[in-house]
């Protein structure tokens, strides 16, 4: 086995636990394309569209 330093994960695991980019992605094109759906999300989609809108830029 071999040990390796690989800076920023701390970063990408933090930006996964919150969805990924994927929810990021979502959350903007909900607001832009279809904001009338968001309240019809299902409750867990709905918390990581909310947490995207939390992350920042």
Known sequence: M???DLP???EAYTLFQQ???A???LA???KTE???MIEALD???AARVKAA???PA
């Open 34 to 36: 279809l904001p009338e």
């Open 2 to 4: 071999v040990t390796l």
């Open 28 to 30: 903007a094109f909900l």
């Open 23 to 25: 929810a990021a992605e």
């Open 19 to 21: 969805g990924g980019l």
């Open 8 to 10: 920023h994960t701390d």
């Open 53 to 55: 809108d939390d992350m």
């Open 43 to 45: 409750p867990n989609v």
